[in-house]
T-cell receptor, first 114, second 114 residues
Framework: KQEVTQIPAALSVPEGENLVLNCSFT??????LQWFRQDPGKGLTSLLL?????REQTSGRLNASLDKSSGRSTLYIAASQPGDSATYLC?????????????FGKGTKLTVNP | SAVISQKPSRDICQRGTSLTIQCQVD?????MFWYRQQPGQSLTLIAT?????????ESGFVIDKFPISRPNLTFSTLTVSNMSPEDSSIYLC???????????FGPGTRLTVL
């Protein structure tokens, strides 16, 4: 059974700092990996999608990498801003229990201090 | 991308009652899912809503407790039946077209059971 782990569980940084969020998964047989952002009490916003054949994806100040063989992904946020404060969730899509599904980590709660 | 709306956005319900949550998508989608997010936890898949047939439930979730309908490719409902305080969660609808594509999430329904 696929397990997804995110480290650290919480992170507090000063504005302007570059930071890295980590995600690891136990089974490398994945279709793709997705990073989401969740604001308190809200739904999920998709940030980046990396297919299993890709190494990285970039969107603005965000860069996500994928090393499928080692079961790791990182989300790099450049020049962090207070508006980046949210919980960041990593999810892998894989075939499990008879169908394709997303398996989520517990997230990293990021606070960017002005 | 898909635009997803959910109704209600939040509700406070009494123990023993039932609540039906609606999910509407602005385009036809192949896959529709229902997730639960308990306080302080990550997302757990409840079931896959299948158009024109019975939903596929994950381990630990049963149809009598969480009946799901999907009459067409743009709409689904999830009912939380005979509620208890343990059902207090955010319930999220999610959609996708293919396993290689981004999966999108609705804004969620915040349910509190007294």
């Amino acid at each position: 059974k696929q397990e997804v782990t995110q480290i650290p569980a919480a992170l507090s940084v000063p504005e302007g700092e570059n930071l890295v969020l980590n995600c690891s998964f136990t089974d490398s047989a994945i279709y793709n990996l997705q990073w989401f952002r969740q604001d308190p009490g809200k739904g999920l916003t998709s940030l980046l999608l990396i297919q299993s054949s890709q190494r990285e994806q970039t969107s603005g100040r965000l860069n996500a990498s994928l090393d499928k063989s080692s079961g790791r992904s990182t989300l790099y946020i450049a020049a962090s801003q207070p508006g980046d404060s949210a919980t960041y969730l990593c999810a892998v899509r894989r075939f499990q229990g008879g169908s394709e599904k997303l398996v989520f980590g517990k997230g990293t709660k990021l606070t960017v201090n002005p | 991308s898909a635009v997803i709306s959910q109704k209600p956005s939040r509700d406070i319900c009494q123990r023993g009652t039932s609540l039906t949550i609606q999910c509407q998508v602005d385009s036809q989608v192949t896959m529709m899912f229902w997730y639960r997010q308990q306080p302080g936890q990550s997302l757990t898949l409840i079931a896959t809503a299948n158009q024109g047939s019975e939903a596929t439930y994950e381990s630990g979730f049963v149809i009598d407790k969480f009946p799901i309908s999907r009459p067409n490719l743009t709409f689904s409902t999830l009912t939380v039946s005979n509620m208890s305080p343990e059902d207090s969660s955010i319930y999220l609808c999610s959609v996708g077209t293919r396993v290689t594509d981004t999966q999108y999430f609705g804004p969620g329904t915040r349910l509190t059971v007294l």
